[in-house]
């Protein structure tokens, strides 16, 4: 214009000011589809003031001008600086790993070991641990203490035993002398109702010596003669309560114990034929409560023949036969094998044994029963990580295949999950919205519980009791309303007084008559023997008499139950009762603050629901963008390749990285953990203290829990109990507690590796994010009737490569910094938890939960920051920063599509898991049905719970870069040539406010302008 002015003060010819005014066809911008059909509105493309538009940070001309689309001709690369900074990283990363395969030994991380943390088939084991190495395999014997506990209760609180205990006859004393020793035994055998005990031993009881000796004898014989191996697990033979139901196998752990063998067909008939014999002698445990009643019955004298039978008994009857120390080099104790039990060896793994019942067994109980009990105690040991990584392995191993089939599963199912998603996305909006009311409902409920909660009772736990008596309360009020009658159910102290109608005990138990003639237990209880107390019918109460020893706290009745002889009840209409032990949260100020905390957040709902209402024309802008997801992914189905790409990108660089990791992992310095004995549990493993968080915050006095000495660090190391021959003694004192050292430790090798794999794994899904934001942005600028016709993808992979990798790497980089710093909270945290310091434990947790809501802003700030850059192209932090502010002016479009779309991800998460767990289980199980599940749903679970992030990304990533774009084509004033269908209507409403205003900031000035000149 200024080479085509005429001289100063001369005419303007007026062709050539149309011409100058007129760009040329060089020049002249190419009018986007999106501008078209907006000139007369006199804003075509955001035609705004530049100062303005930088000033509020929207969208226009000038830098951020979207005229030409998310074009690549303007933008440049971003944030290049980084690239070698990533490089740098990999290479100190490849360092560190060499490094570490030189003294790694990844097999230490899964290898067997038995219960003192010693490795089978290593001759010398840490801290001069056994020589196992002829016994390389890992297997089971009995653990005999556990295994004979019951029967030894059931032999020492025996009603005969009891009786030459606390009451003797005219010609023999009571063995217990003084009546603090006698009622000490009841107490601890729960024969009468004392403070220790809520119920009597569920056992059954002899009325007299002989049938104790009998019953005793024919149990023990099951255990300790192999030959009568066929009857233990059979519902005929003597331990048919115990052995021959599933209760037994579902807590093996606590039944068996690991020991290094020669193989797997170690069992108890290899000791026939052995040349060196072994046996065991069985005695409760020195803390045991029974331990010194136990050696009184043993060493009665043989002149009282009151008490020679039980005593007898004691003695002969205990006696366990031992592997020989060539297949089992272990004192007697850990080496008696389990009668009908044999081993066979884990599918895939020489190294681990599985239960396999012995032929006379599976004759005697059926192959069906056999199965249907090796399945469960497999199930029960592998679910207790007791086999530890070995078994876990083996698993994994043998299902290979199955895995591979259904990771391929998973990615079908989440195809078909965004399929069925497009049809039902309005469907899943509302039910998200229906979902986050009853959210509030529930956890108002949860509070509400916890606020009733008695100490060491679980929330189900407690539900069901006040289930219970508002059951029995409503219908006894019901009955009482119709008959007439009421009768008081209230009672003071410790409700001897009671005499009211409760006849259910406090877990729903009927209760039966006191005066029943038929009844032979306990049969001290009735109404001839307590006048005074009432005892009518079958109703609860608290019989005692005033020169009692023992007496129960509360009211009380025998149960029909033939197991549970007598239980605890409730007043009928006690719907939260009195906690005995005190509430699980204390003080009651807490508690009460908790119980209005419940209608607090209540109210929170209705509050909630009354804002949903007002917000239907946001909710229904939801429901358009998530449309336009959902259109987006239909039309361009190959969108999908991207997390597809990036979960096998995943999942390889997970393996890769687990594997040099684990050469780290496994170089636990010697020094690590104590070499010494210690004399007590305590000592070595330290005491659990009772402060709770409510106690460090009210200052109520506590116990504090002491560090042991072989878990005052983390990873701590576990702690075993030797052999009487292999304990240390010093100063008359026997020290038998030692330690074992943890499978992995962490040093700043493992640090620095583990950064680098944040980092990676950070920008894996970030290059997905950004790609998947390019080639939505690309799709949405498009004329809707070309939409579909371009290859995206390609295109979107073009730009990002070639301009923005490096801003990529820098948003990565941010993500994994507050991540590690979050880990490494957490590895201080469990250094504090070790050492026992509860008010540092305290105070890391709660920067971690700062760490992480950071973590969270972070990573929604970078996702809609790598928005912005496929929109306009400026580097990281620009983007980050309009990215910003965008949020800032649309905060409640944004909070609500957020909302909403954090719920939808959840069904998502739900069916893609859910449905391939599910298929996986039955898969696995029909091409492998011979090995636990446990650890192939564990991988199926990952495996899924990755396909399902991927995917659930693709879509929330589609719906929040047609936020943008939406947002952009309002700020910009953007016509609807472009704008997919559902949004038309939004887009038409913006349209037609932005006219209105523009008509009156043209009006006004004029009206101004008149005025004045009239003026």
């Known amino acids: 214009q200024a080479i085509l002015a005429p001289p100063l003060g001369l005419p303007q010819d007026p062709a050539r000011a149309a011409a100058a005014r007129r760009p040329t066809q060089q020049h002249r911008p190419r009018t986007p589809c999106c501008c078209r059909g907006t000139r007369a509105m006199g804003n075509c493309c955001g035609n705004r003031p530049e100062d303005q538009a930088d000033k509020d940070e929207k969208f226009g001309n000038g830098s951020k001008d979207l005229s030409e689309g998310p074009a690549a001709k303007t933008r440049g690369c971003t944030d290049i600086v980084w690239i070698p900074i990533f490089a740098a990283a990999w290479v ?154 599933s209760a037994f196998w579902e807590e093996a752990t606590k039944y068996f114990n690991l020991v290094c063998v020669t193989d797997c067909s170690v069992d108890y008939t290899t000791i026939d034929g052995a040349t060196d014999p072994r046996t065991f002698t069985y005695s409760p445990p020195k803390d045991n409560n029974l331990y010194a009643v136990w050696n009184t019955l043993l060493k009665a004298p043989s002149s009282n023949t009151m008490a020679t039978d039980v005593s007898q008994l004691l003695n002969s009857s205990f006696t366990f036969q031992a592997l020989p120390i060539s297949m089992c080099p272990y004192d007697p104790q850990f080496c008696v094998p389990f009668p009908g039990v044999q081993y066979t060896e884990l599918q895939g793994s020489s190294l681990y044994c599985t239960f396999d019942f012995a032929g006379e067994v599976v004759d005697a109980i059926g192959d069906v029963a056999a199965s249907a009990l090796e399945s469960i105690g497999v199930t029960s040991i592998t679910s207790a990580g007791v086999t530890e990584l070995g078994k876990m392995a083996g698993d994994f191993l043998s299902a290979i295949d199955a895995f591979i089939i259904v990771s391929v ?117 009735s109404s001839t023997a307590y006048p005074e107390a009432d005892l009518e019918k079958n109703y609860c109460r608290n019989p005692y008499k005033a020169n009692d020893t023992l007496k129960h706290d509360t009211i009380w009745c025998i149960t029909s139950d033939e197991l549970v002889k007598w239980e605890e ?109 210690y004399a007590t549990y305590t000592e070595a493993y330290g005491t659990g203290g009772n402060c709770t968080f409510w106690s460090t915050i009210t200052g109520e006095t506590c116990v504090e829990g002491t560090p042991g000495m072989c878990n005052d660090q983390w990873p701590t190391g576990d702690v075993w109990k030797a052999s009487a021959a292999d304990c240390e003694w010093a100063d008359g004192v026997a020290k038998c507690w030692r330690c074992s050292q943890p499978r992995y430790a962490f040093d700043w090798r493992f640090w620095v590796s583990f950064f680098v794999y944040l980092w990676n794994h950070a920008f894996n899904i970030a290059l997905g994010q950004i790609l998947i934001a390019m080639a939505v942005s690309l799709w949405f600028f498009t004329k809707n009737e070309e939409k579909g016709k371009l290859g995206l993808v390609p295109k979107a992979l073009k730009i990002i490569f070639r301009y923005h990798v490096g801003s990529v790497i820098f948003g990565s980089f941010i993500v994994a910094a507050v991540q590690f710093i979050r880990y490494l909270m957490k590895y201080f945290e469990k250094q504090a938890e070790a050492q026992k310091n509860r008010i540092m434990v305290y105070v890391l947790k709660c920067v971690q939960c700062c760490i992480w809501c950071f973590e969270k802003c972070i ?77 192939p749903i564990v991988c199926f679970i990952l495996v899924s719970y990755v396909v399902a992030k991927l995917y659930m990304n693709v879509f929330g990533l589609a719906v929040d870069t047609s936020l943008q774009c939406f947002l952009c084509v309002e700020e910009m004033g953007l016509g609807q040539d472009c704008v997919p269908p559902v949004l038309a209507n939004f887009v038409k409403q913006q349209t037609s406010k932005a006219a209105v205003t523009a008509q009156a900031s043209a009006i006004l000035p004029a009206q101004t302008s008149t005025a004045s000149a009239e003026l």
């Not at 199912?413 to 986050?436: D, K």
């Not at 119980?595 to 509050?607: A, F, N, P, R």
């Not at 970078?862 to 905060?891: E, M």
């Open 409 to 525: 599963l998973a990615f079908i199912i989440g195809i078909v999950f965004l399929v069925v998603l497009r049809f039902t996305i309005g469907i899943c909006v509302w039910i998200a919205v229906a979902i986050s009311v009853l959210m509030f409902v529930v956890f108002g409920a949860l509070v509400f519980v916890m606020s009733i909660q008695c100490s060491g009772a679980g929330i189900w736990e407690t539900g069901v009791q006040t289930s219970v008596a508002v059951v029995v309360a409503g219908t006894t009020a019901v009955s009482q309303t119709l008959t007439g009658e009421e009768v008081s159910e209230d009672c003071t102290g410790d409700c001897q007084d009671y005499r009211g109608i409760q006849k259910f005990s406090k877990n729903g138990l009927s209760c039966v008559t006191w005066d029943d003639p038929s009844r032979t237990r306990m049969s001290q209880y």
């Open 859 to 935: 990573k929604f700030l970078n996702k809609n920051a790598y928005i912005q850059i496929a929109l306009t192209g400026n580097n990281f932090c620009t983007s980050a920063r309009k990215a910003f502010f965008l949020i800032l002016r649309n905060v409640i479009r944004f909070g609500t599509l957020a909302a909403l779309s954090g719920i939808i991800h959840a069904i998502g998460f739900v069916f893609i898991m859910s449905a391939t767990v599910v298929v996986g289980y039955f898969l696995m199980r029909e091409m492998h049905d011979d090995i636990s599940p446990f650890m």
């Open 569 to 677: 009840c409730y007043p009928i209409g006690v719907i939260i009762p009195e906690c005995d032990d005190g509430h699980e949260i204390e003080p009651e100020e807490w508690r009460t603050i908790l119980h209005y905390t419940s209608y607090v957040i209540w109210g929170l709902g209705g509050v909630w629901l009354i804002i949903i209402i007002c917000m239907v024309k946001r909710i229904n802008l939801a429901i358009s963008l998530n449309k336009v997801a959902a259109l987006f992914l239909a039309r361009n189905p190959h969108i999908v390749l991207i997390p597809v790409v990036q979960a096998i990108v995943a999942i390889i660089w997970t393996l890769l990285w687990f594997l040099s990791a684990s050469f780290l992992l496994s170089q636990v310095p010697a020094d690590y953990t104590p070499t010494a004995s």
């Open 92 to 245: 100190l990363f490849l360092i560190v790993t060499f490094a570490g395969m030189l003294n790694g030994n990844p097999s230490k991380l899964y290898s067997p070991r038995d219960f003192s943390g010693a490795y089978c088939g290593v001759e010398e084991n840490w801290n001069n641990g056994p020589n196992l190495v002829n016994t390389p395999t890992l297997s089971f014997t009995m653990n005999v203490t556990s295994t004979v506990e019951l029967l030894m209760k059931q032999a020492v609180c025996s009603a005969p035993a009891a009786k030459v205990l606390t009451e003797g006859n005219s010609f023999f004393d009571p063995l217990l002398e003084t009546q603090e020793e006698r009622d000490a035994y009841l107490c601890n055998c729960c024969i009468q109702p004392c403070g220790g005990c809520d119920a009597s031993i569920a056992v059954e009881d002899f009325t007299d010596a002989t049938a104790l000796v009998d019953t005793m004898q024919a149990k023990l014989a099951e255990l300790t003669d192999f030959s009568n191996a066929a009857s233990l697990f059979s519902t005929g033979g003597a331990n048919a309560d115990m052995f021959s139901t």
